[in-house]
């Protein structure tokens, strides 16, 4: 039996996938890496540090730049990106998420979210989703990232709840294998040629309902 659900945030919640893109592509630009749709896919749930490696080695420029010199590149991208957050509202919540979220607090469902992002909270204050969210992953506890199963284990565990009576919501490759591979029962919200490892997939946040998700099930 499902007892609990986690989430990712970004692409899943709010578009800041989006904003994440126009920060690295700002950032790729910059180092002379050519931007395209399959490193902009493949950064997807990706952390900091390893997203800029993922960029840096499109471009055969991994070795071209010290650590100092990446922590700051790294660093300009969050300034960058933070801009773009504090001038999100709650207007920029996905079309179906808060009255998915409510549905889940009615039927008393447990809530986590499994985000990369060390800004998380930020983003669910600017939504004004932070009361949903009372369990969050901290990203800077994890030994490693998505696709490594980790982040959603750690999920579950701060629902206390066996893998198996989670579902993890992800808009990202790298996020479906971790929630798999941790035992969960993965949703994905996007393309299903990309998310073709998903137990099901929705074309949008709006497919997103409890009905929706029990008509999928085993
Ligand atoms: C999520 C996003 C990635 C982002 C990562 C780290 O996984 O999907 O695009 O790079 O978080 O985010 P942060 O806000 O800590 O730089
Ligand atoms: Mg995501």
Request: proline share 3%; aromatic share 6%.
């Amino acid at each position: 039996d499902i007892k609990g659900f986690v989430f990712d945030l970004d692409g899943v919640i709010t578009d800041t996938s989006a904003l994440h893109s126009k920060a690295w592509h700002k950032t790729a630009d910059e180092v002379g890496v050519t931007w395209t749709t399959e490193l902009d896919n493949g950064l997807k749930g990706i952390s900091r540090m390893d997203s800029l490696n993922m960029i840096l080695a499109a471009g055969n420029k991994e070795n071209d730049y010290t650590q100092a010199e990446k922590e700051k590149l790294a660093d300009e991208k969050n300034d960058y990106y933070i801009q773009l957050v504090d001038a999100m509202t709650a207007a920029d919540i996905l079309p179906g998420i808060q009255s998915f979220l409510d549905s889940l607090v009615e039927n008393h469902y447990q809530i986590s979210l499994a985000s990369a992002s060390k800004n998380a909270p930020r983003v669910l204050d600017k939504l004004g989703l932070s009361d949903y969210f009372k369990k969050i992953v901290n990203p800077a506890d994890l030994t490693k990232g998505k696709p490594d199963p980790e982040i959603y284990t750690k999920g579950a565990e701060l629902l206390k709840l066996p893998p198996e009576a989670c579902i993890g919501i992800e808009d990202a490759e790298a996020g479906i294998d971790s929630i798999n591979a941790a035992g969960e029962t993965s949703v994905g919200l996007g393309d299903k040629a990309i998310l073709k490892d998903a137990d099901m997939v929705f074309a949008t946040s709006r497919e997103l309902t409890l009905g929706h998700i029990a008509d999928n099930m085993e």
